[in-house]
C-alpha cells in the first residue's frame, strides 16, 4: 500500500463518517444517533474484555504445548483494534470493528497476511532459550555486539602417560 493512501485515509473516512451521520440522523433521529453512539462503545468495551479472555487462554494452550503462538498474537491485537474502532464515534468505524470481532474474519486476514509476514520468536526453557524454527528461517539476525569472530581452536594433542 503506497503511503500516500494514509492520509488520504485519514481525510476521508472523518467525512464519510459525518456523511453516514446525517444521513442515519435523518432517518431515526439526532437522539438516537447518540444513543447508538454510546452503546457501540460500551459493546466495544465489552467484547475487548470477553474476547480478550479466550486469546489469552489460547496463547497460554499454546506456549504451554511448544508451539509459536503466532495466531493468538495477531488475534489479540486485531481484538484492540476491533475494540478500538466500535469506541471511537462513527458507524463506518463500527463496521469495521464489529468485522474484527468475528473469528472467521481474523482467520481471512490472519491467511492473507501469512505469505507477507515472518513470525520468529523465541521461548525460555527449563535449559536456556530454543528458537523456533520456520519452514526456510535460515537466517539467524544478530546485533554487532552479540557477534564476534574467533580464531578456530586447535585441537588438543594427545598425551601419553608413562606412569605406569
Known amino acids: 500500500m503506497p503511503l500516500i493512501l494514509i ?13 453516514v451521520f446525517i444521513k442515519v440522523g435523518q432517518a431515526i433521529g439526532a437522539w438516537k444517533v447518540v444513543g447508538l453512539i454510546f452503546l457501540s462503545a460500551i459493546l466495544g468495551a465489552a467484547l475487548l474484555r470477553f474476547q480478550s479472555v479466550g486469546v489469552i487462554r489460547k496463547l497460554d494452550r499454546d506456549l504451554r504445548r511448544g508451539h509459536t503462538p503466532e495466531a493468538g498474537l495477531f488475534d489479540g491485537f486485531l ?3 476491533g475494540a478500538i474502532l466500535l ?3 462513527g458507524f463506518v468505524s463500527d463496521v469495521f470493528g464489529l468485522m474484527l470481532m468475528i473469528p472467521f474474519m481474523r482467520r481471512l486476514i490472519r491467511r492473507h497476511l501469512a505469505s507477507r509476514i515472518t513470525v520468529t520468536g ?3 526453557y527449563r535449559r536456556g532459550f530454543r528458537r523456533w524454527r520456520q519452514e526456510g528461517d535460515d537466517v539467524v539476525d544478530l546485533s554487532p555486539e552479540d557477534f564476534e569472530r574467533q580464531k578456530p581452536r586447535e585441537p588438543p594433542r594427545p598425551t601419553i602417560d608413562h606412569r605406569d
Open 7 to 19: 492520509p488520504v485515509l485519514l481525510l476521508i473516512l472523518p467525512a464519510v463518517e459525518i456523511f
Open 79 to 81: 481484538i484492540a483494534i
Open 87 to 89: 469506541i471511537i464515534p
Open 122 to 124: 523465541f521461548g525460555n
